[in-house]
């Protein structure tokens, strides 16, 4: 029964927020907040099992999949969409799917989350398989578009992983791993955009980056594989090639030209003291690992 989530339950501390000076209410606010760390910790072990599956994934040429509803759609997709630019991977690679369609984005669809047989529909259209993750994205833990989404993902193959608020989850499950990270009741009751929503994004921020990091996408810290599609991004590269290279701005600037303006191969020239050839034909022995081309 929804009523007896803790998601959906009446927050004591918050009982009378609409009555107390605008500085307490923020303050309540971030005393409550200060709790999902904690919360987050206690769910490493599933976290760390849904990291490796998505890693095998990606070395296997497979996605990673969210799904959701309102906010847990957004976030999935918000998560999605920052992976190509941070990292360098194909948009494909990681998807974000959401109840009601792409105008569900901005705008709330009413019914959408309770139709189970569209979120099969949705994730079949992708064409799931053995090789991918699909990550069904719920508060409550029981959303009939994220049921019927990892469903069908069970069925063609397809590795599942539930992220939830709540213990017990319906989805949780179904799922091949399930996440549950209990953030309890929120200073408005029923608005699982906030403690839920921020623990939500804070894990998906872990599954990717770390499943990123398993890849070779990133040199020590640095963002090795970075886009640089604006001015910013360019400064950006350049910079992280002087960090991983350990030279001044000029060397880093020129052999970011010569590189094509390709951060990666750049970092490899300096490191070397190769030519670009070299720096592509070690980086691709090395599967994108720079740490591997200086073995």
Do not use: W
Not at 61 to 73: D, E, F
Not at 164 to 189: F, H, L, M, Q
Not at 273 to 286: D, I, M, P
């Amino acid at each position: 029964m929804l009523e007896k989530l803790t998601t959906e339950s009446r927050n004591p501390k918050s009982m009378n927020i609409d009555t107390l000076p605008v500085r307490e209410r923020l303050l309540l606010m971030v005393e409550e907040d200060a709790g999902i760390p904690e919360a987050i910790r206690q769910q490493i072990d599933p976290i760390e099992n849904a990291v490796s599956l998505v890693i095998n994934a990606f070395q296997q040429g497979g996605r990673l999949i969210y799904a959701g509803a309102g906010t847990s759609g957004r976030l999935g997709i918000l998560d999605a969409s920052e992976c190509p630019p941070t990292f360098g991977v194909d948009p494909g690679m990681v998807r974000g799917l959401i109840a009601g369609g792409e105008q569900a984005i901005t705008t709330a669809i009413e019914g959408a989350e309770d139709d189970a047989g569209q979120g099969a529909e949705d994730i079949a259209s992708l064409s799931v398989g053995p090789d991918d993750v699909v990550v069904g994205i719920a508060a409550s833990g029981r959303t009939p578009y994220v049921i019927g989404v990892l469903n069908r993902a069970r069925e063609l193959g397809a590795k599942t992983v539930a992220l939830s608020n709540n213990k017990g989850s319906d989805i949780g499950r179904i799922a091949d791993v399930a996440i549950e990270v209990v953030t309890g009741p929120e200073v408005i009751t029923g608005s699982t955009r906030l403690k839920a929503g921020t623990a939500q994004k804070l894990v998906l921020n872990m599954i990717s980056t770390i499943a990123m990091t398993g890849i070779g996408k990133v040199y020590g810290n640095l963002m090795v594989d970075v886009q640089p599609t604006n001015e910013k991004l360019v400064k950006r590269a350049k910079h992280i090639i002087m960090e991983a290279a350990d030279v001044d701005f000029e060397t880093a600037e020129e052999a970011y030209e010569k590189a094509g303006e390709q951060v990666k191969p750049a970092i490899v020239m300096l490191l070397l003291g190769c030519s670009l050839e070299e720096a592509n034909e070690r980086l691709k022995e090395a599967k994108g690992f720079i740490r591997e081309t200086q073995r």
